[in-house]
């Protein structure tokens, strides 16, 4: 398969999840492969993101179910105060990183994929240049290249950070310190998730959203649960409709909080931290994209669903992009799976994503999770292609697992076509959304319709039944 006219069959820039994975698959298929990594192996999800976040959750989380004095007794149990160490929870999540990234680039090395370390860049058609940390500078001639750059935080203009008071998830993740009282801009995903971490060590939070409602970007009848039992019933103050357009660090950080619609200031805010999670910007800079013709949209690499880099309808060749700088569902499992997709077609295949099967998750306690098409979205289609939307809901309260772990404040709405069943998305609030998710998941990629799936036998007592009832109601309803 390798071709003697090249260095190598594939240089991948980026050696995040995106580039991991493609580098990894191209490597498994017998090309010639080469990855440069400008700054830790294993990117965003291994170092900043998923990985480190992950475990802060996981021990934060136990603190808050010890801590739980009320819960704990209605199973009879009365613990002792319970106490934690802040830096050995994050010598747990630091750990982590290190193992991951340690696996990550044994396993690159093992699949025969040279490591290159330096800033990549592309020098023309077929050619990619790197710059070492020494400033040495090189020039590789490889048939294809994958650009797999990823995106780093977002800061609003007017924030200024000091990456000690006012500091991005990058910083957050390594759990250097605990404020008395953080605010945290941004109520996406990030920001929950590190609301949780904070509350559950003993934080006062003030989340700040922009836009007229926390949690704008999830279903609405999840936003309602979620709200009352992840932000009402904590030690969270809320101030939605609001831009914090200026943020000086300091003891104490000051916030002045601008009204969104008036544009007046209408507060100023002392706190003690701030963590700024107000989205990521993709890495698509001094990658010399000029050199073969790219234009980026609004900073993000445009593909098609094969990851070919296209310039409107023109397809670059030779070039393609994964995960995050290409600005689709920016998911690890996202960036993964469209590496292995472009490595697939640079193999000659004719591979495509289908991210409507997708899922994402938030991993809060209890946890978030979604797939598929929202609500909204679902209704305009249903117009669009005249066919009725079907929505059921399944309740946790009616599960008996989550009855016996007295966690039954949980919903399930499911999203379908009741003329041919087919299943279009589903949203979830409750414990294990995040593992719950993948079924639907799955038969949203198979192309299931709720009929079939409502004859398939749950475990009992597992909180896959919820799922058990939601395609059992829907089937009832399929015309
Ligand atoms: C706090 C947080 C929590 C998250 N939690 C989850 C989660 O639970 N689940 C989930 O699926 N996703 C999660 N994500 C998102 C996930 O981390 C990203 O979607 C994923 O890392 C994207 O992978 P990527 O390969 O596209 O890019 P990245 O992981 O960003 O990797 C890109 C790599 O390219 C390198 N690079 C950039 N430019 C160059 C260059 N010119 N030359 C050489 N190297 C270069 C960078 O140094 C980096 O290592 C989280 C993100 C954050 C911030």
């Known amino acids: ?13 980026g050696a995040g999840y995106g580039g991991f994975d493609a580098a990894k698959h191209a490597a498994g298929k017998g090309l010639k492969v080469a990855i440069i990594e400008s700054g830790d ?16 959750l996981a021990a934060s989380g136990k603190v808050r179910e010890i801590a739980n004095y009320e819960h704990l007794a209605k199973f009879g149990i009365h613990a002792s105060p319970v106490r934690f160490e802040r830096s050995k929870i994050a010598d747990h999540a630091n750990n982590l990183v290190s193992n991951v990234r340690e ?38 001639t490889c048939k294809n290249t994958v650009l797999a750059t990823g995106s780093s935080p977002f800061v609003p203009p007017g924030i200024t950070l000091d990456n000690r008071t006012v500091f991005t998830s990058d910083e957050a993740v390594k ?30 939070v003030t989340m700040i959203e922009a836009l007229e409602n926390i949690m704008p970007t999830f279903d609405p009848d999840i936003t309602k649960i979620a709200k009352k039992n992840l932000i009402q019933s904590r030690d969270i103050d809320t ?76 397809i670059i060749p030779n070039v393609w992009a994964v995960g995050d700088v290409t600005g689709k569902l920016m998911l690890a499992h996202t960036a993964a799976a469209q590496g292995t997709v472009a490595v697939e077609n640079i193999c000659g295949g004719h ?33 669009k292609e005249s066919f009725t939307l079907g929505v059921v809901k399944s309740y946790f309260k009616a599960n008996s697992k989550a009855l016996a772990e007295l966690e039954s404040d ?32 799955n038969a949203i990629s198979r192309n299931q319709d709720v009929i079939q799936l409502a004859t398939e036998v749950h475990t009992h007592p597992t909180l896959s039944e919820v799922v058990e009832v939601a395609y059992k109601q829907a089937a009832s309803q399929v015309k």
């Open 239 to 314: 101030k939605s409709n609001v831009f914090a357009t200026k943020i000086t660090p300091g003891c104490p950080v000051k916030i002045e909080l601008t009204d969104a619609k008036t544009k007046e200031i209408v507060e100023n805010l002392e706190v003690d931290g701030v963590l700024v999670a107000t989205g990521r910007s993709p890495n698509s800079k001094n990658l010399n994209l000029d050199s073969v013709g790219i234009k980026t949209i609004k900073g993000y690499i445009p593909i098609d669903d094969q990851m070919r880099v296209i310039n409107g309808e023109k």
């Open 175 to 204: 759990l250097e310190w605990l404020p008395r009282w953080i605010a945290i801009i941004g109520s996406g995903y990030i920001g929950l998730e590190f609301a949780d971490v904070y509350t559950a060590l003993g934080c006062e």
């Open 103 to 140: 696996n990550l680039t044994k396993t690159l090395k093992r699949s025969g994929v040279e490591i290159i370390l330096g800033f990549g860049r592309l020098e023309g058609n077929q050619k990619v240049g790197v710059r070492d940390n020494n400033g040495i500078d090189r020039i590789f």
């Open 41 to 56: 192996m294993g990117g965003t999800c291994v170092n900043k993101g998923c990985v480190p976040s992950k475990a802060l």
């Open 351 to 383: 591979t495509e994503i289908n991210y409507r099967s997708i899922p994402a998750a938030t991993f809060t306690h209890p946890e978030i999770s979604s797939v598929g098409l929202s609500e909204n979205d679902a209704k305009e289609i249903a117009i």
């Open 1 to 13: 398969m390798t071709d003697p006219n090249f260095d190598f069959d594939l240089i991948v820039i």
């Open 410 to 441: 949980g919903i399930l709405k499911l999203l379908f076509n009741k003329d041919n069943g087919k299943v279009l998305g589903a949203h979830i609030f409750g414990m294990h959304a995040a593992d719950l998710i993948q079924e639907i998941a």
